[in-house]
């Protein structure tokens, strides 16, 4: 052992009974049962679905309830409990409505949560979940969950903890914080795999939520990316976040969620397209405007307003980055202007007042001041930042955890299965190293003033070889100015062709050293048909796929409401869930359909994960350490 290294150990084990005391602990530790990771991905500001799903630990906490209580409790009070525990506030509130809360339904229900919260921590160590405790409760909830009640000199004692919560009119609280903590402690790891942004009504409840979570990673998807790098201060971005924002009518999440400011875009848009019916920009409304009742007409102006800022943007960019070889996506810069048609086809749209054919990039006064507001809206904006701020700390290009190798969109293949090299900068990488670069300059973007990273960010967003998105082209110009249907095509990078095969998957796991017999690709971005027949699970249970449509814009095509992917002890599971309503029916304790995909068999313990062969390792420097003291 490093003698610098054994004199830092020393400091924390000052003596042999402290090294003997944490070798017991940390041993014994290697066999209780590995924790539970969750993987959702795709969430795309859906935050009722989410946080139902999250509460419920997609339905695994039911599960426990009728392990426990099948034979004590009949199924509609099982589902009583389930609601409550999901949702404790709706619940309490309705029950304090109907005047149906008494002594006796407190108490039982404290016994009850207790009870529960006890067979869901089994598998945990008590250090681990006192950790969970909010320090308002902390003596009382360690005496409740440790203490034997069916101990005879313990039992008044226990009894009289639970009735005095409720005769000291803490009850509604200490339930609720019951409920929480049987929430956290059914979910030990909570994996993303990319896209909390874009399309739903409220990210920024979602990521609120995710900050108070005690263990969460993230593997940023494409439209993280786009806010992260507005954020960070690119103006393409920028525009890009408020048009799509725009474009799903997300208003109150951008005015009243983030506070940005959209009166002088809204000005501005008027002023400028005010006989403009702007027909081709209207707002695909999925979710009605609580806060903000903003006409469909403003709506559509806005718009196309804010998308005309965007092109431009993107028009400067690509050509500043002329390594990026993004010309052909620089849509301004093939109009023809004399006979209104975009690469030989006709535009719908001929309406451009501010553009100059000549010089098409050129922000016009109007559109420069729209744009400085907005970029001082999201660079000062503290709530976003403090998001931002998360996904970066907690978040990267890919993660490998218990055999899993986790990322959003694909690593960019060749069509004869090899990778991709892409050029930056005068430099190839490919595969790992690509994807460490792109990991590098997302977080050079942010933290450094570094415009080439900055510019990156709107290549990760739509960039041929960017591993987050992994399309030809990103068709968001074609999609609304043009109907030739082969301009619109976004064709997918050949790893979507080629994940079907298990040498090509066991060819990505190599790359990224996940080894052992047990090791998969967890992936997102593309939405699995499931209505069509396609599967979730592909080349030989190697890889999967869950987005399955938990976006609403999605479910029609997918005919579910999006997977989660359960890895616990006993097995990897897919949480399928049917539709978006018996998600987030509030009168319903949800559970879906699960289907095992791989059986643990023997029981995956503590000492098989890799935070078990971290702790191998400590347990391995301890021993040393121990006969160092004996030795001396």
Partial sequence: MDKTYHELIKTLYPNKSAIQDELILLTSQQYLPKGTEYFFSDIHGESDAFLHLLRSASGNIRDKIQKLFGDTLEKHDQDDLAKLIYDPDLVLKELRTEEKITADYLTITIHRLINLLKFVSTKYPKDYVKSKFPQKYNLILDELLYTNDSEYNKRAYYESLVSNIVSYQTAYDFIKVLCALIQRVSVDKLHIVGDIYDRGPSPHIIMDELLTFPNVDFQWGNHDIAWMGACAGNTALIAACVADAIKYNNFDMLEDGYGINLRVLFEFAMETYGDDPCLYFKPRIYDDNIYDNITLEAASRMHKAISIIRYKLDYALIERNPDMNMDNRNALKFINFDNFTYKGAALKDKNFPTIDPKNPSKLTKEEKNVIHVLKQDFIKNDKLNAHVKFLYQNGAMYQVENGSLLFHGCIPLTKDGKFQEVEIKGVTYKGKNLMDKFDRLARDAYFTNDLFAKDMMW?????????????????????????????????????????????????????????????????????VITEAGESPIKAGGKLYVIDGGISKPYQAKTGIAGYTLVFNSHHVALAEHKTYESITDKVSSYTPNIKEVEIMNPRMLRKDTDEGKKNAEKIKLLQELLKIYENK
């Avoid at 110009?477 to 109907?483: K, Q």
């Avoid at 095969?501 to 992936?523: C, W």
């Fill in 459 to 527: 290549y990760l967003i739509s960039g041929r070889y960017s591993p987050i998105f992994g399309k030809s082209q990103y068709s968001y110009f074609e999609n609304v100015f043009v109907d030739d249907k082969a301009l619109r095509k976004e064709h997918y990078n050949p790893y979507y062709d080629l994940y079907e095969k298990e040498e090509i998957v066991d060819m990505i796991l190599d790359e990224f050293g996940v080894t052992g017999t047990r090791r998969r690709i967890i992936n997102g971005h593309v939405p």
